[in-house]
């Protein structure tokens, strides 16, 4: 059985990062390029195009050191942007 060839990490692709509370807009350059928007129900949203692995288990480290609490990361797939929400606003940078 062949695979496709493909240029992409296996764990490459869309990730949504959701944390409980209002990270400031201070952190905002520390997660670029991702985008960062805040809920209404109190969480911030961190979303956008991780290269591999490695590099997601960097962009983790990062929520780490904002000392809020992961509630769950998500992995959308390889070809879908980020999806926004009406009930999520931009942090501003």
Do not use: N
């Amino acid at each position: 059985m062949d695979t496709p060839p493909t240029d992409r990490a296996p764990h490459s692709g869309w990730y949504r990062i959701r944390i409980k509370g209002r990270l400031p807009s201070r952190w905002a350059t520390h997660f670029e390029p991702m985008t960062l928007s805040t809920s209404d129900d109190g969480t911030t949203l961190i979303q956008g195009l991780v290269v591999d692995q490695a590099a997601l288990h960097g962009l983790l480290a990062q929520v780490r050191d904002t000392g809020l609490p992961l509630i769950s990361v998500t992995q959308a797939g390889p070809d879908q942007p980020p999806v926004g929400s009406p009930s999520t606003t931009d942090t501003p940078r």
